[in-house]
């Protein structure tokens, strides 16, 4: 993997090399925030997977235990938001937390990590749509046939303006929540024996030796929370936006899973559990809805599932595209990926980039011949959240070090006690993660990709670290722009200052430019704030 060219010095032009700002409210974030954490997917497929893998009834006390360490975690990722306004989130946390070539790694990472994620859900879409469209027309095309419309559709709506996006999001999701709530309702009314058990519900489940695959399975349910300060720069006031936006998706996104893990044991009977999910798979929470409410609310559930995959399909390539063109942004990546539509405020070219990759990949495969669902599907979207767990680990020392080294009126909790905390704990989960990969990829403990996935994102970070100091080497003025975000947009010499030795310390912006005062000089997060 080569480094791409990165062109000398670049002229830089508020109108083209920003997005649209205002476009977003707390509700819209929110939107995106948990299309990507894909609540429906998670219920059928995670769920039914951690109760079929580990054995363990705990996987709602999970829910509950990772809800709690990632709204931790967030006290300090949201506080330090107020000072770093960048779309590209973990890229710009690593850069001014761990230095720029941190920052460079972080980013690279982000890429694989998302693109997974992202191209990884074309090969499900084809999977569950099919017997939707044999039992209604009769007809069951080839998966990468439907996979190139939901391709098409995903690939035209990245061009669109972000809050067109987010209103068709708010449809998807807000019929994907309200068919789990349905089902799980009835499930609880409908328990097995007659008798709703609570045993599910205690943490003394958390124990065995499954729980650390457990305990993984549940934060990759949560992957997509992050994603609010990706979005900080299209947000109204970012400042209360991101942080509520960011603690109320963990706090619905946990609830919900919480209840759909919990009413499925109910429904089935704790004590078989286990064995349905290792018999029925995803369909499990499907059969429940077809015994208690009927045929119609089934097919129903079907449907919403795989709306439920095209939501995230928008919303992470949203994400995807915005770090693309945060590091074309500021020169760390090819020029043009930092480009705006005049138009629609859209990355344009970045979102055109993103859907080149999807569709070359969908292509690939279905010449190839190889397994869309397993491969592509779960291997792929396991692997990207993996990834993502990496990064929210490594940013988490990112904020410790920056509020170790910048002085900041948020208090103690925010800025120290919190951030360390959640530190410890997520370098656990990461422990934990790495020792059960097998289980994560539904791989033999000796199978090459269990060694190969986590060998991957350390070769791809090694690179990215590389590329930075190369930049530092080479171009100095673009290494001096790494993660500043919207600050690097505001005028040719807006980025340029001194780079400090950590590679952190703000570059001066000539304040008398940006309505600062006369004579003033400012840092980027004075600019910011």
């Known amino acids: 993997m080569a480094p791409p060219s990165v062109s000398a010095p670049p002229t830089f032009s508020p109108v083209s090399d920003t997005l649209a700002a205002d476009r977003l409210g707390v509700p819209q974030v929110i939107f995106f925030v948990m299309s990507a954490a894909t609540p429906l997917t998670v219920t059928a497929g995670v769920v039914t997977t951690a109760y079929a893998t580990t054995g363990l009834l705990g996987l709602p006390s999970a829910f509950v235990a990772v809800g709690l360490l990632l709204a931790l975690f967030s006290v300090g990722y949201v506080a330090m938001s107020r000072r770093v306004g960048n779309c590209g989130a973990f890229y710009s946390y690593l850069s001014r937390g761990l230095g720029r070539p941190a920052g460079v790694a972080g980013a690279w990472v982000a890429l694989l990590s998302y693109n997974c994620l992202q191209i990884g859900l074309y090969g499900a879409v084809g999977a569950a749509a099919s017997p ?81 695959a457990l305990l993984v399975l549940a934060v990759l349910g949560f992957v997509g929370f992050e994603s609010a300060v990706v979005f900080s720069e299209e947000s109204r006031n970012p400042r209360r936006t991101v942080p509520l936006a960011t603690y109320l998706s963990v706090a619905l996104i ?226 001096a722009r790494i993660g500043l975000g919207a600050k690097a947009a505001l005028g040719e010499e807006g980025a340029l200052g001194r780079v400090g030795e950590d590679g952190c310390d703000p570059p001066v912006i000539p304040a008398a430019r940006h309505g600062l005062g006369d004579g003033a000089r400012g840092s980027g997060e004075e600019l910011w704030r």
Do not use: K
Request: net charge neutral; aromatic share 8%.
């Open 132 to 212: 939707l469209l044999d039992q209604w027309f009769g007809v069951t095309p080839p998966w990468w046939a439907i996979a190139g419309v939901a391709w098409a559709l995903t690939a035209t709506l990245g061009l669109l303006r972000v809050d067109v996006n987010g209103g068709l999001l708010a449809v998807l999701l807000l019929a994907e929540v309200a068919v789990i709530v349905v089902f799980s309702v009835t499930d609880l009314f409908h328990p097995a024996g007659g008798t709703i058990a609570f045993s599910p519900l205690s943490p003394a489940n958390l124990s065995g030796s499954g729980v650390g």
């Open 254 to 479: 946990a609830s919900l899973y919480t209840l759909a893990s919990w009413a499925m044991t109910v429904a089935v009977g704790p004590e078989r559990i286990v064995e349905t999910s290792r018999e029925e798979g995803t369909e499990v929470i499907f059969n429940l809805a077809d015994a208690h409410l009927g045929a119609t609310a089934a097919t129903i559930g079907h449907t919403l599932f795989v709306t439920s995959l095209i939501a995230a399909m928008i919303a992470f390539h949203n994400t995807t595209s915005r770090y693309m063109y945060a590091l074309g942004r500021e020169g760390v990546l090819p020029r043009r990926w930092g480009r705006t539509s005049a138009s629609t405020g859209s990355p344009h070219i970045a979102s055109m980039t993103q859907s080149a990759l999807g569709l070359t990949v969908i292509v690939l495969y279905a010449m190839a011949g190889w397994d869309p669902l397993v491969t592509l599907f779960y291997r792929g979207g396991t692997g990207g959240g993996l990834g993502v767990l990496l990064l929210i680990a490594a940013t988490s020392i990112a904020v410790v070090a920056f509020f170790l080294r910048h002085p900041s009126d948020e208090t103690l909790w925010r800025c120290r006690i919190a951030p360390v905390l959640a530190m410890a704990a997520l370098l656990v989960v990461v422990v934990l993660a790495l020792n059960n990969v097998d289980v994560l990829l539904g791989v033999a403990p000796d199978h090459l990709l269990v060694w190969a996935v986590p060998a991957a994102f350390g070769v791809v970070a090694a690179l990215g670290l590389g590329w930075g100091l190369v930049l530092r080497a080479t171009q100095p003025a673009v290494y």
